[in-house]
Every structure is written in structure tokens, then in C-alpha cells.
């Protein structure tokens, strides 16, 4: 059973002094592929060496919206370059792709308009290059639908990370070209919210991650200790995730696989 951990962010403090071991024992699970997504300009390079390193990251490059107010005068012709050049350098491989980007109205002191203004010029970005992008969305659900009616479906679609939004709302961003990803918080037992959108993505558009080192599941095998969510956890979401949908888990397993080969461009599988 092989799984791809759809967003993580292995370049985290927390990670970063065992990734070696942390990347060994998630690939030792199953889980063949992880998507690596920066946060800011900061930590684009160790993202890099990542990638560099073990042929199982997949790049993510962009700006989280908590560090849209730390963006240097040049931050986008800066991204530009660099995905150019990690899409020359990956394309028998995979492709990269944008983020993590979005729009986090849950914490009120970071910038809206500014959120906005970075978000939307990385979701145009990732039109014109036609790269996937990995979104983050929390409580500015309305604001995101109404940036995507101006700009239209993307040609390299994209996923929405850790989703948190309404079942309602997945057929209009599934019309967008949107992937629908879930995380550890389907393993909560009160998050009927979360288990319900889960249970109306469509087959083809539904991806499973860890968001490592963040969203530690739930009820936890005994024989786990994790202090910090890690890639290898995966299996332990995916089973719950494929019981929620009442689908054998190799079934979603290979499901989201098949869905995450085909929004990367994954060559030969």
C-alpha cells in the first residue's frame, strides 16, 4: 500500500534535526512521496536541499498568509526564478509546485488586504505557469470564492490543504480544479464537520496529508509516542479516513495515490 502525504513541512524547527530518519521511516511505512511546502522566502532554500537530497520531497515554493508582512521588495520575481528552474530541473521526475499560500482570517492580526493582494498574485502565478498550488483557508471561505470567480479555473490545479470548509462548498471548488485534502483532523471524534466533507469529495479529487509537523492525530496506536505529527502517521489517517467513506483503506490508498500522481505529474507510475 503506497500513499503520497499530500502537504508537510519537513524544513520545520522540529523536524529538521532528524529528516533523514523521519523521511526513512515514512517511506518504510508506505508513504512514497511527500509534499514539502515552504511557508516564506526564508525557508525556500532548505526546502530545496530537501528535494535535492531525497528524490521522495516534492517542492512546494510561496508565502504562507502569517508571513505575508515580511516579503522583500523583490519576493515574487524571486519565486518566478526559482520555479523556473526547479521545473527544468524536475520535469523527468514531477513538477513543483506553489505554496503554502491562502488566506488565514481566523487570527486577526495579520494584514487582510495584504493577504488578499499575495494570495491572488500567487494563484495568478500559478495559472500562467500552470503549476499546482497548495492552499491554506481558514475562515475567509466567502473571500476565496470570490477571488477564483475573477480568476477562473486553473490550468495546474491545485489542492486545498487540511480542509476545513463545508461539504456544501466542495462541488465549487472541485469545478475550479481543485484537490480536497485531509489531515489528521478527520481522526477527531467531534469533527463531524470535517467527516462529512470528507465523505462528499468526489473520488478522483479527495488527498490525504499529515500537515507534519502540525495536526497530530487522534487516538493514536499505543505504540506511538510522537510529540510532533510526522509523514509516517499517514497510514494511521489514511484507515480512519477510508472507514469514514466506508472504502477498504488499500482502495483509498490507491485512490489518493492515483489522485496525487496525476496533480504532480508523477512520471512512470
Given at each position: 500500500m503506497n500513499l503520497?502525504?499530500?502537504?508537510?513541512?519537513?524544513?520545520?524547527?522540529?523536524?529538521?534535526?532528524?529528516?533523514?530518519?523521519?523521511?526513512?521511516?515514512?517511506?518504510?511505512?508506505?508513504?512514497?512521496?511527500?509534499?514539502?511546502?515552504?511557508?516564506?522566502?526564508?525557508?525556500?532554500?532548505?526546502?530545496?536541499?530537501?528535494?535535492?537530497?531525497?528524490?521522495?520531497?516534492?517542492?512546494?515554493?510561496?508565502?504562507?498568509?502569517?508571513f505575508v508582512d515580511n516579503l522583500s521588495s523583490d519576493w515574487k520575481e524571486n519565486l518566478i526564478d526559482l520555479l523556473l528552474?526547479?521545473?527544468?530541473?524536475?520535469?523527468?521526475n514531477f513538477?513543483?509546485?506553489i505554496g503554502e499560500a491562502g488566506l488565514d482570517f481566523a487570527i486577526k492580526k495579520y494584514d487582510r488586504a495584504l493577504q488578499e493582494k499575495i494570495f491572488t498574485e500567487q494563484?495568478?502565478?500559478?495559472?500562467?505557469m500552470r503549476l499546482p498550488i497548495s492552499i491554506h483557508i481558514r475562515k475567509a471561505w466567502?473571500?476565496?470564492?470570490?477571488?477564483?470567480?475573477?480568476?477562473?479555473?486553473?490550468?495546474?490545479?491545485?489542492?486545498?490543504?487540511s480542509y476545513s470548509g463545508s461539504a456544501d462548498m466542495i462541488p465549487i471548488f472541485e469545478k475550479y480544479g481543485f484537490y480536497i485534502s485531509?489531515?489528521?483532523?478527520t481522526t477527531r471524534p467531534n469533527a463531524n464537520k470535517v467527516k462529512k466533507a470528507l465523505k462528499a469529495v468526489s473520488e478522483n479529487?479527495?488527498?490525504?496529508?499529515?500537515?507534519?509537523?502540525?495536526?497530530?492525530?487522534?487516538?493514536?496506536?499505543?505504540?506511538?509516542?510522537?510529540?510532533?505529527n510526522m509523514p509516517e502517521n499517514l497510514v494511521f489517517i489514511a484507515n480512519i479516513a477510508s472507514q469514514i467513506?466506508?472504502?477498504?483503506?488499500?482502495?483509498?490508498?490507491?485512490?489518493t495515490y492515483s489522485n496525487g500522481v496525476r496533480l504532480f505529474k508523477i512520471s512512470g507510475k
Amino acid at each position: 500500500m503506497n500513499l503520497i502525504d499530500a502537504h508537510c513541512h519537513l524544513q520545520d524547527s522540529r523536524l529538521i534535526k532528524d529528516q533523514d530518519q523521519i523521511i526513512k521511516h515514512a517511506i518504510a511505512a508506505g508513504v512514497e512521496y511527500m509534499i514539502c511546502c515552504a511557508t516564506s522566502e526564508k525557508d525556500w532554500e532548505d526546502v530545496q536541499k530537501l528535494s535535492l537530497k531525497h528524490n521522495s520531497v516534492i517542492p512546494n515554493y510561496g508565502i504562507h498568509p502569517w508571513f505575508v508582512d515580511n516579503l522583500s521588495s523583490d519576493w515574487k520575481e524571486n519565486l518566478i526564478d526559482l520555479l523556473l528552474s526547479e521545473t527544468a530541473r524536475l520535469k523527468n521526475n514531477f513538477t513543483p509546485g506553489i505554496g503554502e499560500a491562502g488566506l488565514d482570517f481566523a487570527i486577526k492580526k495579520y494584514d487582510r488586504a495584504l493577504q488578499e493582494k499575495i494570495f491572488t498574485e500567487q494563484l495568478i502565478l500559478a495559472k500562467e505557469m500552470r503549476l499546482p498550488i497548495s492552499i491554506h483557508i481558514r475562515k475567509a471561505w466567502d473571500l476565496f470564492i470570490n477571488i477564483m470567480k475573477k480568476i477562473g479555473k486553473l490550468e495546474g490545479n491545485g489542492l486545498i490543504h487540511s480542509y476545513s470548509g463545508s461539504a456544501d462548498m466542495i462541488p465549487i471548488f472541485e469545478k475550479y480544479g481543485f484537490y480536497i485534502s485531509f489531515s489528521g483532523s478527520t481522526t477527531r471524534p467531534n469533527a463531524n464537520k470535517v467527516k462529512k466533507a470528507l465523505k462528499a469529495v468526489s473520488e478522483n479529487r479527495m488527498l490525504v496529508e499529515t500537515d507534519s509537523p502540525d495536526i497530530l492525530p487522534s487516538m493514536l496506536p499505543e505504540n506511538k509516542t510522537d510529540k510532533v505529527n510526522m509523514p509516517e502517521n499517514l497510514v494511521f489517517i489514511a484507515n480512519i479516513a477510508s472507514q469514514i467513506r466506508k472504502i477498504p483503506v488499500k482502495e483509498y490508498a490507491t485512490q489518493t495515490y492515483s489522485n496525487g500522481v496525476r496533480l504532480f505529474k508523477i512520471s512512470g507510475k
